[in-house]
């Protein structure tokens, strides 16, 4: 990447997103901002009570994110932010042109795992499955990569900024 791009790290819970992000940006040289800040009491509220979020509820979540995404344009920044679905990638991409997207995948028995040894996260483990079948993976189209959540958070932030070099 020859310009400063703001990335977002995307993928369902327990991926990763709030650990890879900040070490992603600190390889990168530029600022990190956590998606779960954007969120408004109500959906934190929703979250933490094992209630799945309706797309009317993350709108305002993704438009706060796509806002601070198009400040940072020309500047780069990474940010977390789930994307599961390619309608919240468009509106993110409708705020902030240009966005690429780093999603962190891997097996839902690893991911279920390290979201049981997590504390203090208002994500419980039983959205995960709600979480798989809202996931819409990137499409050919959508600048971004597909990074492996296996390994350390230094090999899997390794991965992430190699494929960011090999994109177009």
């Not at 779960?36 to 305002?60: C, Q, V, Y």
């Not at 492996?148 to 899997?156: A, L």
Request: overall charge negative; glycine content about 10%.
């Amino acid at each position: 990447m020859n310009t400063p791009h703001v990335v977002v790290v995307m993928g369902v819970a327990g991926t990763g997103k709030t650990t890879i992000g900040p070490l992603l940006a600190a390889r990168l040289g530029v600022p990190y901002a956590e998606g779960d800040d954007f969120h408004p009491p109500a959906n934190i509220a929703k979250m933490s009570a094992g209630t799945p979020l309706t797309d009317e509820d993350r709108w305002p979540w993704l438009d706060a994110i796509g806002d601070w995404a198009d400040g940072r344009a020309g500047l780069g920044g990474v940010v977390s932010c789930s994307a599961l679905k390619r309608s919240y990638r468009d509106r993110l991409r409708a705020a902030a042109p240009g966005l690429v997207f780093v999603h962190l995948a891997g097996d839902r028995a690893l991911i279920e795992d390290r979201m049981s040894h997590r504390q203090g996260h208002f994500m419980p483990t039983a959205l995960l499955d709600s979480q798989f079948s809202t996931l819409q993976p990137l499409q050919e189209d959508e600048a971004g990569v597909v990074v492996d959540v296996t390994g350390s958070p230094e090999e899997i932030t390794g991965r992430a900024a190699q494929a960011l070099t090999e994109l177009p």
